[in-house]
């Protein structure tokens, strides 16, 4: 059974930085792609930035610049920088992975940002 745990979330003043990250169960070259996704409240999920099994990266327009995904395979961790954060990026921030077309996913980690 694959296990994705997010860590890391918590609370932080506008500006400030946070820096989140997903722990899987297994071998992260495993999936064909991992990513991370966010809920703002009372809003739909959104992906926040995807990095494939090569290495290559995507990061949605709304955090460029300010938000970095990168992983370190010898533990198995994917993370997700937050720079500059802004209230709006305030959400439950979740972890994906995807394999031969399953999607996994963590139990979410809370980031408020307060104004």
């Known amino acids: 059974q694959v296990q994705l745990v997010e860590s890391g979330g918590g609370l932080v003043q506008a500006g400030g930085s946070l820096r989140v990250a997903c722990a899987a169960s297994?071998?992260?070259?495993?999936?064909?792609?991992m990513g991370w996704y966010r809920q703002p409240p009372g809003k739909q999920r959104e992906l926040v930035a995807i990095?494939?099994?090569?290495?290559?990266?995507t990061v949605a327009g709304f955090v460029k610049g300010r938000f970095t995904i990168s992983r370190d395979s010898s533990i198995n961790t994917m993370y997700l920088q937050m720079n500059n954060l802004r209230p709006e990026d305030t959400a439950v921030y979740y972890c994906?992975?995807?394999?031969?077309?399953?999607?996994?996913w963590g139990q979410g980690t809370q980031v408020t940002v307060s104004s």
């Open positions: 994906n992975g995807r394999s031969y077309g399953v999607d996994y």
């Open positions: 297994r071998n992260i070259f495993s999936f064909d792609h």
């Open positions: 990095m494939a099994s090569t290495g290559s990266t």
